[in-house]
């Protein structure tokens, strides 16, 4: 499994730079921040996780290192502080995230490191809630959003127990990233009115567009809340 963790240098500080009628400023920087850059990571196969912003996670199986130049490339062109970059792999998502941390602590600014692919498959789980529009209709948004909430942290628990690394997609929609040694125990989950699709492959990209064709193969046949779509 690979992680590449990206760092924002003296971020509080551009923060407070900025004055106290702020925080519009701050969530335009950062959600520009974050479009170019998913589509950057995207074009390489990967998936950009915001984390808190001052720090991003790529999950970054099968990227290499011409790759994540350019990458950096998007980052050095908008970001309005300098940043530095680390690459590592590891038996799980959080192993690898953990030695990339270690590592990006001994670079300075602009500098990045990189560590090669060592070859494993990775598991997208996209959870998805039962008939959420419906249930939107019924109530009001912040009682859905409530619901989602709910699902954001049964994903994070699970997350946790398979070390692996999830996100929120928007909608009623949470991704999990693990690797394939976790597989048995998400395709034996049973949660209450969510539908999981499972896709198995090199890179993120590639587990995530699996994962949305197990997710419409549900939809299509119903009766069953878990499907699993594996890469050749």
Do not use: C
């Not at 011409?66 to 309005?80: G, L």
């Not at 998805?128 to 049964?154: C, F, K, P």
Request: hydrophobic residues 40%; proline residues 2%.
């Amino acid at each position: 499994m690979k992680v590449t963790v990206i760092e924002l240098l003296n971020y509080e500080g551009w923060i407070s730079g900025l004055g106290t009628d702020r925080e519009w400023k701050v969530q335009t920087v950062q959600h520009r921040l974050y479009s170019e850059l998913q589509k950057a990571v995207s074009e390489h196969g990967g998936f950009l996780v915001p984390m808190t912003f001052h720090h991003m996670l790529i999950i970054a199986n099968g990227i290499n290192q011409e790759a994540h130049d350019k990458i950096y490339d998007t980052m050095k062109s908008i970001s309005p502080v300098p940043y530095r970059a680390s690459s590592a792999t590891g038996k799980t998502l959080v192993n690898a995230e953990r030695e990339a941390f270690r590592r990006l602590k001994t670079l300075n600014a602009w500098q990045t490191s990189f560590i090669e692919d060592d070859g494993s498959r990775l598991v997208a789980a996209h959870f998805d809630i039962d008939s959420y529009l419906r249930r939107l209709e019924s109530g009001t948004i912040v009682e859905a959003m409530a619901q989602v909430n709910e699902l954001i942290t049964s994903v994070n628990m699970i997350s946790k127990e398979v070390e692996g690394v999830s996100a929120y997609l928007g909608g009623d929609n949470v991704v999990l990233f693990a690797g394939e040694d976790s597989l048995e125990k998400l395709e034996n989950l049973e949660l209450e009115s969510v539908k999981i699709g499972i896709g198995v492959a090199v890179n993120a990209r590639e587990s995530l567009k699996l994962a949305a064709e197990a997710l419409a193969f549900i939809r299509k046949f119903r009766g069953r809340h878990v499907k699993v779509i594996k890469a050749p």
